[in-house]
């Protein structure tokens, strides 16, 4: 079990250490999708994953059919644009308080991969090439429909595999559809691994989901973990979640592998 510290927000509210400092899963990017909608907020998202404790951040906007038309170039625009405005906060700070600089520089911001959702339109990203994490090993992310797994996924996860890219499915814990002998016995021999998003874990998302993610959790199939924050209703809930120490006993006893995908 982790120390901890008391929480600045609320002085009576120990908060527990995590043990988890790199989110590779959130949308804090500004304008791209339904995350953050502009850099003022981005800022304060960034400051908010600071404060649970992360040093490092690769942002996934979504790119799906028909909702987020994003591809690698939107996605690197705004990623720069973000960059761009820690620069003018220094400056400005420079001159005027220099003891104030936002706290989000702090955390590093390792480029970007995004969520793909596999959709009829996904063959093509393939042909283009995938947006891939920043390590060296290929590994995308996806995510289904939340209505129901599409009928081809397993040919797009055959042609992914076969390019050598490494499918990673975002919170498997999330899909009705999937119950654990299914993603057991047939979607971990399929090729996917595996990533938990923490609010599953407090019930955010609802009591059959806390259930399935602590299944998941117990049985070891997860090699990652993001917070998939989007807005300031998640941050809040996180910080909650921070205050729990049954659940952030079990997050700091998991060993996760969110470090294969940054740079090394
Ligand atoms: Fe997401």
Redesign the pocket.
Known sequence: MGFFNWSEKNKLSPTFDWGIHIDI???ILPALDD?SPDISTSHILLDGLEELGFTHSVS?P?IAAGIYHNDSESIAHSFQSLKDSFLNITQENNVSEPNSLSKAQSIILNGFAS?YMLDDQFPEWIEKGLITYPSTGQYV?V?FPYLGKPLQWHELVFEMLKKRYQPIL??PERYQFISPEYLMETLMPAGFKFQL?LLSLSGYYGPKIKQLADIYLNEGIYEFV?T?M?HMFHLEALRKMKQDEKISAKLSDYTFQNELLLLH
């Open positions: 899963h959130n949308h995350g996934t979504h969520e992310l995510e975002a919170h998003n993001g998939d989007h």
